[in-house]
């Protein structure tokens, strides 16, 4: 069994892609609603639950696979969203903004995107020959709670500074994807 700071040290560090991208969703959405709120929390630590198991089953050869092209994925997934957001907020006064990143397409491609790391983590624990399930639980727990603590700070922000902060949720997402690659590439 791995000691419990450390699981909390995992879970935190993969937590913090699913904070960054709820400040940057929930400053691009506005006002959020209890429903949206429990949606984006609820499947980012659901992911974050899930990836891990997943790469703990897995085994070496299907995260061989994944790990050449992971972190491509992740960076365009949240490029794409961060273009598009960083568009929509260029054309505010022409119509208001009603994407909601709660909901399809967008909520799993975010909850993809922010817990790739997860599978690694979920392979790494395999390898260590380490019971995967109470780590898992944590991992998912700590990473709906960071989301919820990253919606409240982004909803924040978008009533302070009004849409204008969609720009830099948008930005965010690039940026978080570029900070994956780099990191995947070495240079971090």
Same mark, same amino acid.
């Given at each position: ?63 061989? %696979? ?6 491509? @994925?992740?960076? +365009? $997934?949240?490029? !794409? &969203? =961060?273009? #598009? ?47 995967? %399930? ?6 998912? @727990?700590?990473? +709906? $709670?960071?989301? !919820? &603590? =990253?919606? #409240? ?36």
């Amino acid at each position: 069994m791995m000691n419990f700071f450390i699981i909390i040290s995992i879970a935190l560090a993969l937590a913090v892609d699913a904070f960054a991208v709820a400040v940057a969703c929930a400053a691009y959405s506005g006002k959020l609603t209890a429903r949206q709120k429990f949606r984006l929390s609820f499947h980012f630590g659901l992911f974050q639950f899930l990836m891990p198991l997943l790469g703990w089953i897995a085994g070496s050869n299907l995260v061989k %696979l994944i790990a050449d092209y992971d972190h491509w @994925l992740a960076f +365009a $997934i949240l490029n !794409l &969203i =961060g273009v #598009k957001m960083m568009i929509d907020a260029r054309h505010v006064q022409l119509a208001p903004l009603s994407r909601d990143f709660t909901r399809g397409f967008s909520l799993v491609s975010l909850s993809i995107a922010t817990s790739i790391d997860a599978l690694a983590v979920g392979f790494s624990i395999g390898i260590m020959k380490t019971e995967i %399930l109470f780590p898992a639980i944590i991992i998912g @727990l700590v990473a +709906a $709670i960071m989301t !919820l &603590i =990253g919606i #409240k700070i982004g909803v924040f922000l978008s009533a302070r500074f009004g849409q204008k902060i969609s720009m830099i949720g948008g930005l965010i997402l690039i940026f978080i994807g570029i900070r994956i690659v780099l990191e995947h590439l070495g240079y971090l």
